[in-house]
């Protein structure tokens, strides 16, 4: 019963490399997302993908990509990273619940860039 | 004026009070509202949804809907230290996914 599974889950980058955090869900779940925590902020939405083979920006998209590789998989990339991506990165999958989605969150990526 | 609004607190309450934590939100075409539960350095649990007015109630909680209002709240009943985290209030508009306020922390003390 894994649920939701992101890694890595603590990483230090410096200003300027690039990094994928990885995020596989095993619920049958056709709805994944990637939301950024940052203090007093709340969770922010950065991509989402509603099925396999779309995706969708959020609130927050800039300087993300994202690639839906499958149903299971869901990943998040940073190509240049900025200290302003300095958070904690939670993957989520979700599930029609009478006609809402019931998120299942990851145990989340603390990302540190220099 | 932000999507999804909570008080930011502590909340902080006597063990075996009611703990009643509150949210409000601006788009009216929201159908689907959550409570999730977040402990310090964790991922957000569900603990409740509603998507209808009125009470809904699941064991020491009671989520409680008011669309004309936009408001949505969380009642604890008998509040354990345990219950002691940050629970943030979500909204689903069927647009996009779901908004999350920024959450109210709750302190219970024993």
């Known amino acids: 019963n894994a649920g939701v599974t992101q890694t890595p889950k603590f990483q230090v980058l410096k200003t300027g490399q690039s990094m994928t955090l990885q995020c596989a869900q095993d619920m049958n779940h056709n709805s994944m997302y990637w939301y950024r925590q940052d203090p007093g902020m709340g969770l922010r939405l950065i991509y989402y993908s509603a099925s396999e083979g779309t995706t969708d920006k959020g609130e927050v998209p800039n300087g993300y990509n994202v690639s839906r590789l499958n149903k299971r998989e869901f990943s998040l990339r940073l190509e240049s990273a900025a200290p302003s991506q300095t958070s904690v990165y939670f993957c989520?999958?979700?599930?029609?619940?009478?006609?809402?989605?019931?998120?299942?969150f990851g145990a989340g990526s603390r990302l540190t860039v220099l | 004026q932000k999507e999804v609004e909570q008080n930011s607190g502590p909340l902080s309450v006597p063990e075996g009070a009611i703990a009643s934590l509150n949210c409000t939100y601006s788009d009216r075409v929201s159908q689907s509202f959550f409570w999730y539960r977040q402990y310090s350095g964790k991922s957000p649990e569900l603990i409740m949804s509603i998507y209808s007015n009125g009470d809904k109630e699941d064991g020491r909680f009671t989520a409680q809907l008011n669309k004309a209002s936009q408001y949505v709240s969380l009642l604890i009943r008998d509040s354990q230290p345990s219950d002691s985290a940050t629970y943030l209030c979500a909204v689903d508009t069927g647009r996009r996914a779901l908004t999350f306020g920024s959450g109210t922390r709750l302190q219970v003390q024993p």
């Open positions: 989520a999958s979700g599930q029609d619940s009478s006609g809402a989605n019931v998120l299942t």
